[in-house]
T-cell receptor, first 114, second 112 residues
């Protein structure tokens, strides 16, 4: 069964550095998402992306964050000037354009900011 | 706005016990409802879904019925196994919108 893949599985960075989290969505899917889960807390929506542009974003997704689909397969989340509180598990997801279709999630990237 | 409320965990059960994890929601319109499961060290996997009132989603022995009158989508399983130990997330998605709103998750621990 096709799956969403994320790399790296664990990223450690120093405060103030920039990180790029990478995702390869399922190939025939057209909607892409990033969510995050701070340890012990709920899964929070960050941003959705469709047709090469952001379709929706949450209050969390401020100017520190950006997303890009640099080619036909990758979908990236860039976090600039990382803060300690950015430490979390970041999940990428994709879905096909059918109404009510479920989101398919990757295994996540654990970001640790020191 | 949309919100999902799940019962607090952890839920601890012995193998073969009956499981219920409560989930209620608040949403505008007629959302689709989902249960996702997160096994230790893994990502979120879709467990089951229901897209309209009175639909029953089922998978791997788990069931949940979309109850519009009580705005609930409780997860049940008749006989849990140790391998069911995981965190279970209830979620909703509004018709015409693309995002999922998750509950806080309920950890299930099943002992032999």
């Amino acid at each position: 069964e096709p799956e969403v893949t994320q790399t790296p599985s664990h990223q450690v960075t120093q405060m103030g550095q920039e990180v790029i989290l990478r995702c390869v969505p399922i190939s025939n899917h057209l909607y892409f998402y990033w969510y995050r889960q701070i340890l012990g807390q709920k899964v929070e929506f960050l941003v959705s992306f469709y047709n090469n542009e952001i379709s929706e974003k949450s209050e969390i997704f401020d100017d520190q964050f950006s997303v890009e689909r640099p080619d036909g397969s990758n979908f990236t989340l860039k976090i600039r000037s990382t803060k300690l509180e950015d430490s979390a598990m970041y999940f990428c997801a994709s879905s096909d354009p059918e109404k009510n279709s479920p989101l398919h999630f990757g295994n996540g990237t654990r970001l640790t900011v020191t | 706005g949309n919100s999902v409320t799940q019962m607090e965990g952890p839920v601890t059960l012995s193998e073969e016990a009956f499981l219920t994890i409560n989930c209620t929601y608040t949403a505008t319109g007629y959302p689709s409802l989902f249960w996702y499961v997160q096994y230790p060290g893994e990502g979120l996997q879709l467990l089951l879904k229901a897209t309209k009132a009175d639909d029953k989603g089922s998978n791997k022995g788990f069931e949940a019925t979309y109850r519009k009158e009580t705005t609930s989508f409780h997860l049940e399983k008749g006989s849990v196994q140790v391998s069911d130990s995981a965190v279970y997330f209830c979620a909703l998605r509004n018709s015409g919108y693309s995002t999922l709103t998750f509950g806080k998750g309920t950890m299930l621990l099943v002992s032999p």
